[in-house]
């Protein structure tokens, strides 16, 4: 398995010395042109027989996807990939001497944010000795396939964390292949990688329905919690991928992270427990290395779908902005902050601020909401609801297309309003040491006094924007109750904010600094607003339309 990875990476390298863009399947690597005119069509030929067909011995996918039992593979099909690489070596070092190339590796993934990735404890040796206990007895595990258990175990004591997970992740498929298989009864989607026939792995076993358009009764059976675990670690694009990208490897081995071993066999620990004898499973259960972990499985919720992704990006922000100098101007600047603060543009944004905010917070869920007085709400307390309203649940497993882009389009707006929150801190920081060091010509010391008090303006409005984001957020599964019509208006509303907050990224960045401008966009902004809120087309609103029907 390692050496079918650490090849597949190898020869795109190779391709890429005269291709342009690798091709992402194996297949479809070994049979183009340019590997051929490299090595020569008769090698290629022979890596197509080995690895990239399935009219061959398609060794890759038959071991990665977890069809092999470990007396499957004779060992001089291991000698015969070794000598094979050996060859390769030989041959390229040949063309790079002909062709007085240099071969450049593309640089390997390494895996970050772990304590995302972190939801269940190290995984200690009272956690191994339950798990091989429990590993002989579960029928999860087809007997076949046990000594690759036994070896994961091993290679965790050892270490070797990269190993441990590549034969836990090539299990895990193989088991959930078989129930997928016993729930659906379907025994035929059990077949091996044949030539003839479509086989069954991880992309069908997690997806909402079958082939032939039926409800897959998979994720039923195994309920949310560990179907949002397996989203989360194998197919959400902002999650580690780490079957993806072992299996292609694209990851640097000795530096394989324990965190993500340790959740998988955290994980594989209580989904084996289910298919044990109920009176054993419940005396493994109260061991207290097992329950803890029992208790953070059944409430697992995903990390790394947009949903998820968008509230942490809210909360950031919201968190940052709260850390603007909202302070008094230095003296020198009050005149010109003066002019600025009777700008009736200015005073037109403070009045608009207030009365959308007002009629979004008629909108926040009543066991959520904070204030009972909404006429009278002061500025510095409006973020507060934020952190409540992102404490709601909300369904992340298998959203339909259009909340998809419904969520893509709100995390750009929280990009950006992001992005102006760490320039606006940056720039202050900056202008503050030059007006203390006295430093600052005329014109930026009148600059410098607009930019306080712009900010205080853009404080609200970004708080504005993210309780927009917020509230849409936990409403965002009403989208289904919108037309075709109303569901475009919609889009073009969003786009309308987002680009605002482009805008706002442009004209308060260190290079423009027009805060003049920067009231102009924002009258325009909140009007649109306004309009459309008072069109009572937002989710908010339908949401309260739909339970307004439901009571009747």
């Not at 014109?443 to 006094?449: D, H, I, L, P």
């Not at 075709?484 to 309308?496: G, R």
Request: hydrophobic content about 45%; proline content about 5%.
């Amino acid at each position: 398995m390692k050496l079918t990875a650490c090849l597949e990476r190898a020869l795109g390298d190779v391709f890429l010395l005269i291709g342009k863009e690798c091709p992402f399947l194996l297949r479809d690597l070994l049979a183009s042109e340019e590997l051929a005119q490299i090595f020569g069509l008769s090698v290629t030929d022979v890596l197509r027989v080995f690895f990239g067909s399935p009219c061959g011995l398609n060794l890759r996918n038959v071991l990665w996807h977890g069809f092999a039992s470990p007396q499957e593979i004779p060992p001089k099909y291991c000698s015969m990939m070794v000598v094979l690489t050996a060859g390769l070596g030989q041959l390229l070092k040949s063309y790079l001497q002909q062709t007085e190339s240099t071969l450049v590796p593309r640089p390997l993934i390494t895996l970050t944010d772990l304590e995302d990735l972190t939801v269940f404890p190290d995984v200690t040796y009272e956690v191994l000795s339950v798990l091989e206990e429990v590993m002989k007895k579960s029928t999860f595990i087809l007997r076949i396939m046990l000594p690759y258990w036994e070896v994961a175990l091993i290679k965790f004591k050892s270490h070797r964390f990269a190993d441990c997970a590549m034969l836990l992740l090539t299990q895990l498929e193989t088991g959930l292949r078989n129930l997928f298989a016993t729930v659906n009864k379907c025994p035929k989607r059990l077949l091996t990688a044949e030539s003839t026939a479509l086989y069954t792995t991880f992309d069908e076993i997690l997806a909402k329905y079958l082939n032939d358009g039926e409800i897959n009764q998979l994720p039923v059976f195994l309920g949310e919690p560990a179907m949002e675990f397996l989203w989360d670690f194998l197919n959400h694009q902002e999650g580690p991928r780490v079957r993806d990208h072992l299996s292609h490897g694209e990851i640097n081995l000795p530096e394989f992270p324990k965190e993500i071993t340790n959740q998988l066999l955290a994980f594989s620990t209580v989904l084996l427990l289910r298919f044990v004898d109920e009176e054993l499973a419940s005396v493994f259960k109260e061991k207290a290395a097992i329950k803890p972990l029992v208790s953070l499985a059944e409430g697992y919720s995903a990390c790394f779908h947009p949903v998820s992704l968008l509230r942490k990006q809210v909360l950031s922000c919201e968190k940052s902005i709260g850390a603007w100098p909202l302070r008094p101007l230095p003296g020198e600047a009050e005149g010109e902050a003066a002019r600025l603060e009777g700008n009736s543009e200015t005073n037109a944004c403070n009045s608009l601020i207030i009365k959308i905010m007002c009629e979004l917070y008629r909108h926040v869920p009543e066991s959520h909401c904070v204030f009972t007085d909404l006429d009278n709400i002061p500025v510095e307390k409006w973020p507060r609801p934020l952190r409540e309203l992102c404490g709601i649940r909300v369904p992340t497993l298998f959203c339909p297309r259009a909340v998809l882009e419904v969520l893509a389009l709100l995390q750009s707006i929280g990009r950006c309003c992001a992005h102006v929150s760490r320039q606006v801190a940056a720039s202050w920081a900056r202008r503050r040491q030059q007006w203390a060091a006295k430093t600052l010509r005329s014109r930026q010391r009148q600059n410098y006094a607009r930019m306080l008090r712009g900010i205080e303006l853009l404080s609200p409005v970004l708080y504005l924007i993210l309780l927009l984001i917020a509230l849409e957020l936990i409403n965002i599964h009403v989208l289904r109750g919108k037309n075709p019509c109303e569901y475009q208006q919609y889009l073009k509303f969003l786009k309308s904010i987002l680009q605002y907050a482009e805008n706002l990224v442009a004209h308060t960045s260190p290079e423009k600094n027009k805060w003049f401008e920067m009231i102009s966009l924002t009258h325009t902004a909140l009007l649109k607003m306004w309009t459309f809120t008072e069109k009572k087309q937002m989710l908010i609103h339908l949401a309260k339309t739909s339970t307004s029907k439901a009571v009747l």
